[in-house]
């Protein structure tokens, strides 16, 4: 039997007692763009935080597996080792981690390194960022906008296989969103074809601007910690502008 790369089977996923997903079912496989919508409040952001192996996320019911393995119960750790790379919505500063040590880190080369692989360098002015700002600490004081592009450019140099984005275009000007969308493209092996692409994602938009530039398989609408409906994410989003979420709320109830 193929293995999917990631397989999410009837899950339940509890934070500080209360029970935010329930019955979430998602496949994803090798080469595929999913996208996930819904309300504010939906619990997408605590998919994705189940999803890297947060401890305050408790699976109730159901498991998780990665490139085969079940990894339900993997610290986070282990996840990224496997292959899983984020963007977070809100990502914490670290004070005295100064964004070249973590490139380093992400790129595997030595901490101790003088420089940082040439490589990696190119990406650094591929995103708008100059040497000086490599010596900031993480997130201190960052803009929105230079948040969502770190984030980008850590992927980018850590090169994982599958990749989740918890709404990378949120607070982030037009001309930004593009530019993120064009790292995005790379990162997801867009200008492959579509039979010889290994890395796929999962990008987080309540929104949906960013899919004006990113080309997604899937799309799912999660609705009150439940997947509302899944497919054709052009119909989808056609569906919610006309509608609004409101709209999956009838689906919900079918489903
Ligand atoms: N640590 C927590 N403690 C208590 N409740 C939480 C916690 N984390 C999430 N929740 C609750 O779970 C629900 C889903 O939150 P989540 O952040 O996953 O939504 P979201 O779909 O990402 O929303 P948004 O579009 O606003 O980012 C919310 O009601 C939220 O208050
Ligand atoms: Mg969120």
Known sequence: MIKLLLEITDLA?????????????????????????????????????TLLGFPKYKVTRGEILFKGENITNYSTTDRVRMGIGVSFQNPPAIRGVRLEDILKVESGADEDAEELDPEVMELVHKLKFDE????????LGFSGGEVKRSEILQLLAQKPDFIMFDEPDSGVDIENVELLAEQINILLEKDKKIGMREKS?????????ILNFVIADTAHVLMDGKIACSGNPAEILDDIRKEGFKGCVQCCKVH
């Open 13 to 49: 996923v509890e934070v500080s007692g209360k029970e935010v997903l329930t019955d979430v079912d998602l496949y994803i496989d090798k080469g595929e763009t999913h996208v996930l919508l819904g309300p504010n409040g939906a619990g997408k952001s605590t998919l994705f935080m």
């Open 132 to 139: 000086k700002f490599l010596d900031r600490d993480v997130n």
């Open 201 to 209: 994602g999962l990008l987080i938009t309540h929104l949906g601007y």
